[in-house]
């Protein structure tokens, strides 16, 4: 499995025969090279969006449209971007899975909010998510945007992901503290990469405390287009 980082909460996670995209910001990114976008894209076979801030989502109809690769996502968003651009999409819920050639995605709960920019604001863009992604015999805990919740007793009993992709950067999300904390009461995870921090100055601009907080636990820090494998 190799899992590149494309800075803020975007990933390209190469799992089974699938190539995902997760949360993919690659235009108007601070941190992106933009020379390397091809490098970040091509081959991808699905979108995944966690939820509609433009962040995450800004670049999921483009790379749709350009790639031919469905976007999977909370089922009212995909409706409104199936209905307003003829994309191809596939439309689950919280609680629901669903099967990516030999990957399983399911979706999860995360505390957060969830809009697409409209004339008049904000558009209500259906609920925040978050993945687990199940493929090679690991799993996968995508956090999404999202603080610390109960339900994530659950997520690592049941799902018992061994990767943890968490946001960590603060403000708009868990910080390193509470991500770190997360990570030790809820989950069992091998590996955790943090991410949602660096991207302004607003957030955390190191992994530091995390990695210090999570001794014993193979924190990776990677750099934006850096590939780690797992």
């Known amino acids: 499995m190799k899992i590149t980082w494309l800075g803020h909460s975007g990933f390209r996670i190469e799992i089974g025969d699938q190539v995902l995209l997760v949360d993919p910001w690659v235009t108007g990114n601070p941190v992106f090279p933009e020379d390397r976008r091809l490098e970040a894209i ?27 690769a469905p976007l999977v996502g909370i089922y009212d968003l995909m409706s409104f ?23 399983a995605v399911s979706m999860v ?23 687990m992604i199940r493929g090679e015999g690991r799993t996968i805990y995508f956090s999404g945007d999202t603080d610390i919740m109960a ?39 091998k590996t955790v990469i943090p991410c949602h921090y660096k991207t302004f100055p607003i957030l955390a601009q190191t992994a530091d405390e995390i990695v210090e907080a999570l001794p014993g636990i193979d924190v990776r820090t990677p750099e934006v287009m850096e590939t780690i494998e797992v």
Not at 43 to 57: E, F, I, N, P, R
Not at 90 to 101: I, R
Not at 109 to 131: K, L, Q, R, V
Request: aromatic letters at 12%; glycine letters at 18%.
């Open 81 to 103: 971007w199936e209905a307003s651009d003829g994309v191809s999409v596939v439309g689950f819920n919280k609680g629901g899975t669903v099967q990516l050639g030999d990957v």
């Open 42 to 68: 091509m081959g991808a076979t699905h979108v995944l969006v966690s939820h509609g801030h433009g962040d995450h989502s800004g670049d999921a109809l483009g790379l749709s449209k350009e790639l031919g």
């Open 151 to 189: 339900d994530m007793a659950w997520f690592g009993e049941y799902y018992a992901p061994d990767i943890g992709i968490l946001c960590a950067g603060g403000h708009f999300t868990m910080d390193m503290k509470a991500a770190a904390w997360a990570a030790k009461k809820y989950f069992d995870f």
């Open 109 to 131: 709960a995360a505390t957060h909010s969830s809009s697409i920019g409209g004339d008049n604001g904000p558009m209500y863009a259906g609920a925040e998510a978050g993945f």
